[in-house]
């Protein structure tokens, strides 16, 4: 994760990584859902999480990042 955070300064550009989450029911922390090392949540600079539980027609887009003071949920319709 750390190489591409050093490219994306390097060149002046964002890098959008897609990754899958866990299929856990129930998180205390929606960021703890993303698979794997606690790590690529760290190295990132900000993370979008996006939800939606089956069968509904709403979703949830949560963001945070290394520069937002305060995690924001927003509701998409």
Known sequence: MQRFVELAAKHNVAIV???HLNQ?????????AF????????????IWLLT?????ADAYLMVDGK??????????G
């Open 17 to 19: 990584l897609i990754h």
């Open 24 to 32: 856990q029911a129930e998180l205390n922390d929606p960021f703890d």
């Open 35 to 46: 698979s794997g090392s606690a790590g690529l949540t760290a190295a990132a600079e900000h």
């Open 52 to 56: 939606r539980k089956r069968g509904d």
């Open 67 to 76: 520069d937002i003071e305060e995690p924001q949920e927003l509701a998409l």
